[in-house]
């Protein structure tokens, strides 16, 4: 029987929480390939959605994810087929990693995507899509989303729309007609409480918030490569932020993730070794080029080409390193939604001091993957 005592737990005295990170973990080529054949020769699923979302060993339901809060889904489509629209309030990244396809996207306007092996795109949450294979091999997409984070928020809204839906060009519906117009924001009471800041606003403020546009953004290989180096020593930048303006500065390629493209062309310098940095935010990273290692909080992992890691879970002191044949990743990290929540944290030298990027003067002297600001 639930009682007021047995709600109460007391932490009087209690010591400082401390992180408690998930192991890092790496998934193969080999192993997401057999999964993209397992998926493709089962038989269609009524959705049409031939996914396997991949979860790490030390991941508890509700938010079962490949990073607490993350999920990595392998999404399969045979030639000809198409997924059942839907729509829902987790956001997503979408990275082709064989074939070729395209996703429609209701955003104001109808968004076509057509995805190439390497490409990036997002779907903003709750506008409508539907994945098309309209090429003649499998496609497959890592699928990258905060479902999970949702989920264990008990707060992942989901809809199936109906059968033979497809995104339309949507034309300016008028405001509601049942609420008077005088109550929005901007006839709203607003009054300053002392004069540090604080105010007092009414609660228009709370349900007629200022709009961002949050639109399905492209991000196609071939034009992302031309912006980073191009041969060893041309001086070009090995590492791009895929930055979508809805994320404002917390320069994301959602609400939630950043991500960036890592090149470093064959016979690039390699790092010396030494001691890594750690942040929050964790970071994935999905390697299509070159071999080399990461050493995360004692442990080795070696990768090369095709190779998924869970490379820096929170707070882990992680660096990585790249062979001869130099270095191609993409790497999502849960970073813009730590900014918003003014959690980034960020120690870049282990010795050093411990920042709250976003809050405070934060690390500068980036332009590589950790080559210079290290
Ligand atoms: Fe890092």
Not at 111 to 118: Q, S, V
Not at 235 to 252: D, S, V
Not at 315 to 324: D, N, P, S, T, V
């Amino acid at each position: 029987m639930t009682t007021f005592q047995n709600l109460m737990l007391d932490v009087s005295g209690a010591a400082a929480p401390a992180p408690a990170p998930w192991r890092p973990i790496k998934i193969t080529r080999a192993e997401i390939d057999a999964e993209i054949d397992r998926l493709s020769a089962a038989p269609a699923p009524a959705n049409g959605r031939r996914a396997s979302r991949i979860v790490h060993p030390s991941a508890v339901a509700p938010g079962l994810g490949f990073a607490p809060g993350v999920s990595v889904t392998i999404e399969v489509l045979d030639p000809g087929e198409r997924t059942a629209p839907m729509r829902e309030n987790a956001h997503r990244v979408e990275i082709g990693i064989r074939g070729s396809g395209r996703i429609s996207v209701q955003g104001r306007d109808v968004r076509e995507i057509d995805l190439a092996r390497l490409d990036v795109a997002n779907i903003p949450a709750m506008q409508g899509f539907v994945f098309r294979n309209t090429g003649d091999e499998v496609w497959a997409r890592l699928s990258y989303s905060n479902a999970p984070l949702l989920e264990k928020l008990t707060a992942h809204y989901a809809e199936d729309l109906p059968e033979g839906w497809e995104p339309r060009r949507r034309t300016a519906g008028p405001r509601s007609t049942e609420a008077p117009a005088a109550y929005t924001r901007g006839t709203a009471p607003d009054h300053a409480i002392g004069t540090d800041g604080a105010r007092l606003r009414g609660y228009e403020f709370l349900v007629d918030i200022e709009v961002v546009e949050s639109l399905a953004l492209h991000w196609p290989w071939e034009e992302v490569r031309r912006h980073l180096s191009r041969t060893a020593g041309d001086g070009g930048r090995t590492i791009m932020a895929l930055y979508n303006p809805a994320t404002r500065r917390r320069q994301g390629a959602t609400h939630n993730f950043f991500v960036t493209a890592s090149y470093l062309p064959p016979g690039s310098g390699q790092r010396p070794r030494g001691r890594g940095h750690k942040h929050t935010s964790v970071a994935i990273n999905y390697h299509f080029a070159g071999h080399g290692e990461s050493e995360v909080d004692g442990e080795t992992l070696t990768w090369e080409e095709g190779d998924l890691l869970l490379s820096a879970p929170s707070w882990l002191e992680h660096a990585h390193y790249q062979g001869a044949e130099g270095l191609g990743a993409f790497t999502v990290q849960d970073h813009p939604l730590h900014i918003g929540m003014e959690s980034l944290v960020w120690q870049e030298e282990m010795d050093g001091p411990v920042l709250t990027l976003g809050s405070e003067d934060g690390q500068t002297g980036y332009v590589g993957p950790r080559e210079a600001g290290s």
